[in-house]
């Protein structure tokens, strides 16, 4: 078990906190602090060597052990039971004095706590700048979570002044990494092929267990451990105001990627965000020229408009959100990149090419090699220019962190004071979920006691309108104001063509409104009615779930009830091509602790399927066919059903089985069982139909057993998604189709009318079993609760 000094008393939420380390040791440090090298056996990020988690965790902890300036707490468990571990690492009067600080931190994040300009004055002289700086939260892009260790190091034993002042004037709360499971799994890999053909290439699993690459998904929703833990350590104790995402991105394109960022902005960032995320690019990206090192780029490749990654969720708490992608090795294996493979290197948003110069990428690297270390030290001079960036204008940080959450508490007439939140008894659970959602991120939430009058929904004004007790209502007059606004408003993505009228593809999705991703009512709120309402401002979740009729739950975020009538043998196919929407799809089966049994590629090809119903995730034909390359891969892992694997999935529907395709699987059972059915999308160039992620509505034939419990309408998840036309009305029933006209509810969507009256889930005939088609995605990155029901009725026997 790891050790690590007691941090504080205060942290009672916290699940485990390592107490030992006594007080003697807080002030002895009688062993000197030990170098990486003597505790790993090797120098951290040079070739061809890794430290997996237990030697990261092990390194730090004797950082604790030996230096005064260093602090390393436990700030929760990651999905496979592993410490998720924060350094913190300062001056060590400031180490001494954690809690204090803190404290002053929280109150700044809260204007409403300040009492006084004179104790206002004091919080701002004594306050530290808060940085986080997070490392490798994907866990292929691993050479950050290495040069933690060398970076907190340096910051533990270096004596020159420029380092004395950024620890006295900064507390940094290093992560190693956010998902330390990843660091494992990566580190397993990369040894077991350390030399073999295999080498280069990445494990064939998904590297978190449930989200894989989608771990940076999950930052407005909390469904991963990992995201709880660090939410509730960012926006409910430290509220950091720099929060640093160190990535990597692909290996023949610019060597680092930096902010200022790309169009389109998100319009609820602050202006004043954007510009200092802005001023901290460019400073880090000056040190770097000024380090000679090509290949740096600004304002290209990745926007702000989409809410919830790790750089993007610190927007709507006040805080500055900074990301780095340095151009990636062959995992901790250099690589030579030639001029050919840097001429072929992808085309990314404002950076025409690789080789040539522009005011945002002033030094083009020319190719050579490229290994872990040139990653390393960027990350290090980046890293160490933004400290240097948070000592010298602490004042002015912490300054413009306070008024920027003060100004959230003034009235704003042009948007909503808040949003009503029904208490609907057919989707208590969903509910609770909602708001737990909610204050899982420090929001405020309050609960009406009576009936109340409020002026409701519209653009503007609102109608009167009724508020029934037991509603809850998220007001916008909160530090966090532009967090609950963009969780509750519908996005409008600007159209954002190419010049050759093809749609330019965003970062990320285009809407992700939560109550409609949920189904979850709500009503904007434009003026409170004559008297005053009753209200209760909650503290717990579980008041909540009370006030629902729900019983108490004894964890945050605990497991919901098995919505299942019946038990049938569910098996899902897990793909050694690491499928995200299989470990989301995973995800919610656990979540509602609905018992499946994970189906192989050698399963198929055996026969073995002995299920009530078989689920395939989103994956294309080719990927669920061939899977991995028996070129790159041992055979144990290559190769996907096979011709055998098809045939012996189709005698099992034929027989009597139930197939239930997700999205792009769709394609495969249409062609593969030759179905009466088309993808009217299919080949549709994205001048004519684009929809890269967003809520669309549904129109749903409720007599149909798969629609139970569903309305008229409904809102579901398109991203990239199909539209079917069915050509054989006698073997295949549409179930719900999307909406004749205006079928987009948040986010972006050309052409509409290619979708308009098409079918979004249908039911086919086969044999005697049958084929569930989910054109659109039903379980998108476990957020969509509002359809999750879809696939509960489906799963029914
Ligand atoms: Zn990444």
Redesign the pocket.
Known sequence: MLRFKSVSTHFVLVASIAVAGSLATRTAYAKPVPTPQSVLGFEPTSDRTIADWPQITNYFAQLDATSDRVKVQEIGKSTLVKPLIVAFISAPENIRNLEKYRRINQKLADPRMVNSPEELQGLLKEGKTIVSISCS??ST?IVASQMSINLAYQLATARDAETEEMLKNTILLLIPSPNPDGVDIVANWYRKNLGTKYETTSPPELYHHYAG?DN?RDWFMLSLKETQSITRFFWQQWFPEIVYDV??QGANGSRFILPPFFDPANPRIAPLILREAGLMGYKMASDLEAANIAGVATNSTYDTWWHGGFRGTPYFHNSIGILS?AASASLMSPLTITRERLERGTKVRGLDSPLETATNFPNAWQGGTWGPRDIARIEMISSRALLQMASKFRLRYLTNFYELGKSNLLPQSKDPQGFVVYADPAKKETTARFLEILMGQGMEIHRIEQDTEMYLGGETTGTASKVPAGSFVVFTSQPQRNNVLSLFEKQTYPNRLKPSGEAEVPYDVAGWTLPLQMNIDTASVWKLGTTPAAMVKLTDINQARQSLGLSPQTEPFAKLPNPLKTAPKIGLYKSFTGSMDEGWTRLVLDTHQIPFTSVSDSDFRAAKLDYDAVIIPSMSEKSIVDGLDADRYPAQFAGGLGEKGVDNLREYVEKGGKLICFDSSCDFAINRFKLPVKDVLKGVKSSEFYNPGSVVRLDVDTSNPLAKSFKAQTPAYFIDSAAFDISDPTKVKSVAKYADKDALLSGWMMGEKYVNGKTALAEAEYGKGKIVLFAFRPQHRSQTYGTFPFIFNALEK
Do not use: L, P, V, Y
């Open positions: 939260i994907h892009e690459h940076n990535h990597q992608e």
